[in-house]
């Protein structure tokens, strides 16, 4: 069993024990497969594969969940400040959408071109309602 975690200096128990994200990926990436004939058998090289593999997404789906939420505890720190300061400052989303644009041609693949656009709007949306809210509630 190994034990990931995005900070280890800062987990709760076994600090000294965990593997960073980075650390994971690499173990994970230097690993061997070795292909073999499909088999009905539980412990089966696929089925090992497979589900290494899938713990890997797992991993991921964890780091992005703990990064939105890094990210949306910054956005409720900008509302705080925009309120506090009665900032009154024209919205970014132009700048946002143009340097969302530019991150995404890079990766050249149709499907994550829709999924990352779809992805942050749905962030950009988050944020830009979070920040009204604060801003509105006090």
Not at 8 to 21: K, R
Not at 30 to 37: I, Q
Not at 41 to 50: A, F, G, H, N
Request: hydrophobic letters at 40%; glycine letters at 0%; a negative charge.
């Amino acid at each position: 069993m190994l034990e990931v975690h995005p900070s280890p200096s800062e987990a709760l128990c076994d600090a000294l024990q965990q593997l960073t994200s980075r650390t994971f990926h690499d173990l994970m990436h230097a690993l061997m497969w070795r292909k073999s004939t499909p088999s009905d058998d539980s412990l089966s090289e696929e089925k090992i594969l497979i589900d290494a593999i899938r713990t890997r997404i797992d991993v991921l789906d964890d780091d992005l969940v703990d990064l939105l939420a890094q990210r949306m505890s910054l956005v409720d720190q900008i509302g705080e400040v925009k309120n506090e300061w009665d900032w009154d400052h024209p919205d970014r989303t132009v700048e946002y959408c143009f340097v969302l644009n530019q991150k995404i041609w890079r990766l050249k693949k149709d499907w994550t071109t829709r999924l990352y656009l779809a992805m942050y709007h749905a962030i950009h949306q988050q944020r830009s309602n979070a920040v009204e809210k604060i801003i509105r509630d006090e």
